[in-house]
C-alpha cells in the first residue's frame, strides 16, 4: 500500500500538484483546512442579509446548516476516522445546495 501510495504521490508531483505532506504535519493541516474553512463559511453566509438580498429565514437557515458542517468537520479533524470523513463529506454536500436553495426561496 505503502508503495502505491508514493507512485501516487510521485504522479501528482510531476503533474504539478499539491498534496498533503507525509510527515507530523499531514494532521495538523487536515485539522487546521476542515476547522477554519468551515469556520468561516458562517460569517460568509451573512453576507446576502448584510447586503439586503435575502432575508432573516435565508440567513437563520444557512447559520444553522453552516453549524452543522462545522460540528462535522470538528468532529472529523478530531477524530480522524473514515466514519467521520465520510460524514464531513456528505455534511459538504448538503451545505452548499441548501444554502443556494434558501437564498433563492427568500430572495428580495
Not at 27 to 32: A, C, P, T, Y
Not at 69 to 74: A, N, P, T
Not at 84 to 104: G, H, K, N, W
Amino acid at each position: 500500500m505503502q508503495e502505491f501510495e508514493t507512485e501516487k504521490r510521485e504522479d501528482y508531483a510531476r503533474a504539478g500538484y499539491l498534496v498533503l505532506p507525509l510527515d507530523d504535519r499531514r494532521e495538523q493541516f487536515v485539522m487546521w483546512q476542515s476547522s477554519v474553512a468551515s469556520l468561516a463559511l458562517n460569517p460568509c453566509s451573512m453576507i446576502p442579509v448584510i447586503t439586503g438580498d435575502s432575508g432573516l429565514v435565508s440567513t437563520v437557515g444557512a447559520f444553522i446548516t453552516g453549524s452543522i458542517f462545522f460540528y462535522f468537520s470538528e468532529r472529523f479533524a478530531f477524530r480522524r476516522s473514515n466514519v467521520a470523513a465520510r460524514q464531513a463529506l456528505a455534511a459538504s454536500i448538503v451545505y452548499l445546495p441548501a444554502v443556494f436553495i434558501l437564498m433563492m426561496l427568500t430572495k428580495k
